[in-house]
Structure formats: C-alpha cells, structure tokens
C-alpha cells in the first residue's frame, strides 16, 4: 500500500490480491493536477466532496460531489480540482477490462463484449452508494464472500444502467429451494473461507443470477447472511467462555476488531460488552 500525505492532500493506493491485484485508490487533493494519461482497463470511482474537472475526448468534464466518473480503457483524460478553495476527495478503483465484461455476461446471461460507457459523469445515487459501500469494504478487508459479491453486484448494476446498448437483466428466478441450499452450504461452512465462486458452483447457478435471487427471496446477500451465522455462532462460544480473539480466529474473521465491527452491527454491543453485561451478570 502507498501513502501520500501533505498539508492539505492525502492518497492511499493498494492492491487487493485475491481479486485479481484490482488497484484502488482513496485520495483527496488540491493543488495536484494529473498529467494526460490513459489506464489499460477501466477508472470508476464517485467523488465525496467537491468536485473533479477533467479533459475527456477533448471536451471539459465537471464531476461534483455525488457524482460518479466512468473513464473508459486507453481513452485519454486529466483531473484536478474544479477549485482549489474545496479541491476533491474521492475513492477509484481501476479493475481489468475482462472484469466488466465478466459483468455484463453474468447480466446477459452469454458470453458479452467489453462494455462502453458513453458518459464519463453520471450522477446516481444508488449506485454511487454501492461503489462507496464495495470501496469500503476492500478497504477493511472483509471476507473473500463479501468482497467478490459487492464487486460483481454493485459492476453488474452499472452496466445494466449506464453501459451503451444496456444488457437487461433477466428475471431472477425466485426458487426456494436456491435460497436453501446456498443457506444450508453456508451453514455447513461458516468458519471456511467460502468464496463465490464455491457458491456459485454448488448451487450451479452463475454468480451474479444466485447473488439476485438469494437477495430477492431472502432480502440479503448470502455475505451478510453468513455473517449473520457467525455472529450467532460467536454468541455462542462467547457463553462458553471461550476468549473474544479465538473466537474470531475459529469462526474465520480476519482479526479480533473484524468480529467486533460485525457482531456491534448485528447485536447491538460488542463481543466485550456482551460477555460483561449479558454473561457475567
């Protein structure tokens, strides 16, 4: 991970290994102003606060607060700041081309070519909060499980939106029986680093179809609901006085503090609080 800070500017970049070294940025700047320059795959990322200016196929871009930018691979652009009174603050991430073709094949359900997306701003809101939501999420490092499906899900959605000749999603097929199975293959293996891949496989269902059909039949995604198991195991193992730290390690959590931040989401207090308050009592 590389680290640039100053004053009045600060930028983080890292690579996550397990998808494929996708590069990631999470920056605010200023002053600083990028040279022309291309990416071999895609630049997507939502500014937070002020707004970005740009040079895009020779005309000049304005991305504010909110907004998403989409720069497609080998296409030449700039950024800086609209002002250097706010500057901008935003977070990137630059996956492979052969990634969002992956997405819009999931979404068609054949093979696809690379998508094209013809407005390098676009401004929706829903969207802009799942790429947030998935940035995030990289960045705390959370389970294999969850970062593959928020990286599929949330680039499955923006190709079907704002793609050129948007592919459309078929309907999901809302079968019981999905939504058991892949509930029964979690279950069975809620300490393991289960991937998607593994689900998807199990289930014999594509990766982006199962992650639509599970949330539409049981109103969550199959990480959120794995996390769910675990945090209920850890409630568990935590009334038979085994230490907060082994039980994050036994149930497969990254480290103590990962347990915490999902066990707090879930219960209400953490993992400390719960065995002071509703077991030592």
């Known amino acids: 991970m590389a680290t640039r800070r100053d004053a009045k500017e600060s930028a983080i970049y890292w690579q996550d290994a397990s998808l494929g070294n996708l590069e990631l940025l999470k920056a605010s700047f200023v002053t600083h102003a990028f040279a022309p320059h291309t990416h071999e795959g895609f630049a997507i990322g939502v500014i937070e606060l002020g707004a970005e200016t740009f040079m895009y196929r020779r005309q000049l871009r304005v991305a504010p607060a909110g907004s998403i930018v989409l720069i497609n691979p080998g296409e030449m652009h700039t950024g800086e700041a609209l002002t250097t009174e706010q500057g901008w603050r935003y977070r990137m991430l630059y996956p492979d081309a052969a990634v969002l073709q992956r997405a819009a094949s999931e979404v068609m359900g054949h093979n696809a070519g690379v998508p094209f997306f013809p407005e390098p701003v676009v401004h929706n809101a829903h969207l802009a909060r799942l790429l947030l939501n998935l940035h995030a999420a990289l960045e705390a490092g959370e389970s294999q499980l969850e970062r593959e499906s928020r990286l599929l899900w949330t680039l499955a959605q923006l190709v079907a939106r704002h793609a050129g000749h948007q592919p459309s999603i078929r309907p999901a097929r809302g079968e019981q029986d999905v939504v058991a199975r892949v509930r029964a293959h979690l279950q069975q293996h809620l300490t393991e680093n289960v991937t998607l891949h593994d689900l998807s496989h199990e289930i014999n269902m594509s990766a982006f179809h ?3 059909t599970f949330r539409d039949a049981a109103g969550l995604p199959p990480h959120t609901y794995l996390n769910q198991l675990r945090v209920a195991r850890a409630k568990l193992l935590l009334r038979e006085g085994m230490p907060i730290a082994d039980v994050a390690l036994t149930l497969g959590f990254s480290d ?14 953490t993992p400390g609080q719960f065995v002071r308050n509703f077991i030592q009592d």
């Open 210 to 212: 199962l992650l639509r």
């Open 256 to 269: 103590q503090s990962h347990l915490n931040r999902h066990f707090k989401r879930i219960v209400g207090v």
